[in-house]
C-alpha cells in the first residue's frame, strides 16, 4: 500500500516539473509569433478550465459531504479572504504569481485527499492521481511563465517546481497516515482552498487568458473543463 501512494503521488508531482520544462522550452526556443501567443493564452485558459472544474467537482462535493451549513462558509470565506490579501500584496510588488498560488491550492490538498482515499479505496485513489497530474501539466505550464515574468530566473523557477513535484508525496503520506481518520479535517481543507482557487481564477486567471481579436483561448477553458469532467466521470 505505501509503494503504490509513493508511486502514484511521485507521479501526480512529476508532471510539475515537466510542465514547467516544456514552458521553458515553449517560451525562450521558440520564434515570437502570434500563433505562438494564441498558444500561450490557450494554456492558461485550459489549465483555468482544470482548476475551475476541480474546485467544481472534487474539491467542494467532496467537503460538502463532511461539512454542515456555518463551518462550510467560514472555511470558504477563509480561504478567498487570504488569498485576496496575499494576491493584493503580491500586486503591489508587481508580482505575477495567481496561477501558481491557485496550482498549490488545488494540488496539496487534492494530494492529502489521495492519501487518505488509498486507505479504502485504491482504485479511486489511482484514478484520482492519474487526474491530479494530468491538471499540474498546464497549470505548471502557465505558472513558470508567471514566475519569470515576476522576476524569478529560469533556474531558481525549475528548482521551485521539482520541489513542489515532490510536495505531493508528502502530502499524501500526510493524508495517509495522519487525517485518512479524520475526514472532517480533510473537508475543511478542500472548502478553504476552494474559496482561494475561485478568487484567483475571476481576480487574476481568467482576464490574463483573454486575448484580442482571438476566440481560441476561451475554447482551451472548456476543454479544460471537460478534462475535469472526464476525469470525475471516470472515477
Known amino acids: 500500500m505505501l509503494l503504490e501512494i509513493l508511486l502514484y503521488a511521485g507521479f501526480a508531482g512529476i508532471t510539475v516539473i515537466i510542465g514547467g520544462l516544456l514552458a521553458n522550452f515553449?517560451?525562450?526556443h521558440m520564434e515570437e509569433t502570434p500563433v505562438k501567443y494564441e498558444i500561450t493564452h490557450t494554456m492558461m485558459a485550459f489549465g483555468g478550465g482544470i482548476i475551475l472544474s476541480a474546485v467544481g467537482l472534487v474539491l467542494v462535493?467532496?467537503?460538502?459531504?463532511?461539512?454542515?451549513?456555518?463551518?462550510?462558509?467560514?472555511?470558504?470565506?477563509?480561504?478567498?479572504?487570504?488569498?485576496?490579501?496575499?494576491?493584493?500584496?503580491?500586486?503591489?510588488?508587481?508580482g505575477q504569481m495567481a496561477t501558481l498560488l491557485a496550482m498549490l491550492m488545488d494540488f496539496v490538498p487534492e494530494s492529502i485527499a489521495l492519501g487518505a482515499i488509498f486507505a479504502t479505496d485504491p482504485s479511486t485513489g489511482t484514478l484520482l492521481a492519474i487526474f491530479i497530474g494530468l491538471q499540474n501539466l498546464p497549470e505548471a505550464f502557465n505558472s513558470f511563465r508567471d514566475m519569470v515574468?515576476?522576476?524569478?530566473?529560469?533556474?531558481k523557477t525549475l528548482v521551485i517546481f521539482a520541489f513542489l513535484s515532490f510536495s505531493g508525496v508528502l502530502g499524501a503520506l500526510l493524508g495517509h497516515f495522519v487525517l485518512s481518520d479524520?475526514?472532517?479535517?480533510?473537508?475543511?481543507?478542500?472548502?478553504?482552498?476552494?474559496?482561494?482557487?475561485?478568487?484567483?481564477?475571476?481576480?487574476?486567471?481568467?482576464?490574463?487568458?483573454?486575448m484580442e481579436k482571438s476566440?481560441?483561448?476561451?475554447?482551451?477553458?472548456?476543454?479544460?473543463?471537460?478534462?475535469?469532467?472526464?476525469?470525475?466521470?471516470?472515477?
Do not use: C, R
Not at 472548502?191 to 482576464?207: E, N, R, T
Open 215 to 235: 476566440f481560441v483561448p476561451s475554447l482551451g477553458a472548456t476543454l479544460g473543463f471537460l478534462v475535469g469532467m472526464i476525469g470525475e466521470k471516470v472515477i
Open 149 to 155: 515574468l515576476s522576476g524569478f530566473s529560469v533556474t
Open 26 to 28: 515553449f517560451n525562450h
Open 182 to 210: 479524520y475526514p472532517e479535517m480533510t473537508a475543511y481543507l478542500m472548502v478553504f482552498a476552494s474559496g482561494g482557487i475561485l478568487y484567483l481564477i475571476f481576480q487574476d486567471i481568467a482576464p490574463e487568458s483573454k
Open 61 to 94: 462535493p467532496k467537503g460538502l459531504e463532511q461539512l454542515s451549513l456555518w463551518p462550510m462558509i467560514i472555511a470558504f470565506i477563509a480561504g478567498s479572504m487570504l488569498f485576496y490579501f496575499i494576491d493584493k500584496k503580491l500586486a503591489a510588488k508587481g
